[in-house]
Nanobody, 121 residues
Framework: QLQASGGGLVQSGGSLRLSCEGP????????MAWFRQAPGKEREEVSC????????YYLDSVKGRFLISSDDAKNTVYLQMSSLNSEDTAVYYC????????????????WGQGTLVTVSS
C-alpha cells in the first residue's frame, strides 16, 4: 500500500532523497515514519512526521543530516538525506500509523517494500 523509491548508490558525503507514496490512502491523515535495516542489524526508526501537527522526530545519528517532509498535494512523504556515510547503508522502509509517532515498529500498520541505499567510501 505504500511505495518507497529513491534509493541508489551514492558516494560518502553525498545526498539522496527518498519518496514514499500512498496511492490507496491520504498520507496527511497518518503519522509517517522511515525505518532502515542494515545488513546483519535490526531495523531501526530513522525519522517520523506526525500527522496531527507535523512535528518531526529523528534518530540521534541522523539529526542535522536528514530531513523528513510531506507534500500533501502529491500525497508523498520525503526523506532528504545529506552527508551520507557508510553507516547509512541500509534498506529504507516507509511506514504509516493512524496514531502518533512512535519509536516502536509494532506501532505501524502499513509498510512500503523498501528501497536500498548504498553509500560507498
Amino acid at each position: 500500500q505504500l511505495q518507497a523509491s529513491g534509493g541508489g548508490l551514492v558516494q560518502s558525503g553525498g545526498s539522496l532523497r527518498l519518496s514514499c507514496e500512498g496511492p490507496l490512502f491520504t498520507l496527511a491523515h497518518y503519522s509517517m515514519a522511515w525505518f532502515r535495516q542494515a545488513p546483519g542489524k535490526e531495523r531501526e526508526e530513522v525519522s517520523c512526521i506526525s500527522g496531527a501537527d507535523g512535528s518531526t522526530y529523528y534518530l540521534d545519528s541522523v539529526k542535522g543530516r536528514f530531513l523528513i517532509s510531506s507534500d500533501d498535494a502529491k500525497n508523498t512523504v520525503y526523506l532528504q538525506m545529506s552527508s551520507l556515510n557508510s553507516e547509512d547503508t541500509a534498506v529504507y522502509y516507509c511506514a504509516a500509523t493512524i496514531y502518533w509517532c512512535s519509536w516502536s515498529e509494532h506501532h505501524y500498520n502499513d509498510w512500503g517494500q523498501g528501497t536500498l541505499v548504498t553509500v560507498s567510501s
